[in-house]
């Protein structure tokens, strides 16, 4: 069982950046593909990005491509989402995620094996 903590939410001001950090726990860290994925208040959860194993594929949706990136350091069994030139509309509840499948498969069918409590990003304009 793997358990996940983020960290790093926050508020932001339009245009600014915020950086979210998730720690795992109880499992072979370098096993899973790691996500992040958000969930904005009366709407669906959405993905936000996935990276393999070993950082080499990272995967975004095309609403944050270009301006988040994610990265991962396997010897602090932590994954990181950097977010540039924030919007208003990047608000929402922000989660991390763990997969036994490819980050290319998670990419694909937004679907996830182990999931943090999620922390709330706000961007002001």
């Known amino acids: 069982q793997v358990q996940l903590v983020e960290s790093g939410g926050g508020s932001a001001q339009a245009g600014g950046s915020l950086r979210l950090s998730c720690a795992a726990s109880?499992?072979?860290?370098?096993?899973?593909?790691m996500g992040w994925f958000r969930q904005a208040p009366g709407q669906e959860r959405e993905f936000v990005a996935a990276?393999?194993?070993?950082?080499?594929?990272?995967y975004y949706a095309d609403s944050v491509k270009g301006r988040f990136t994610s990265s991962r350091d396997n010897t602090k069994n932590t994954v990181y989402l950097q977010m540039n030139s924030l919007k208003p509309e990047d608000t929402a509840v922000y989660f991390c995620t763990a997969a036994s499948s490819s980050a290319q498969t998670m990419a694909a069918n937004h679907l996830s094996d182990y999931w943090g409590q999620g922390t709330q990003v706000t961007v002001s304009s």
């Open positions: 990276i393999s194993r070993f950082g080499k594929s990272v």
């Open positions: 109880g499992g072979y860290f370098s096993k899973y593909a």
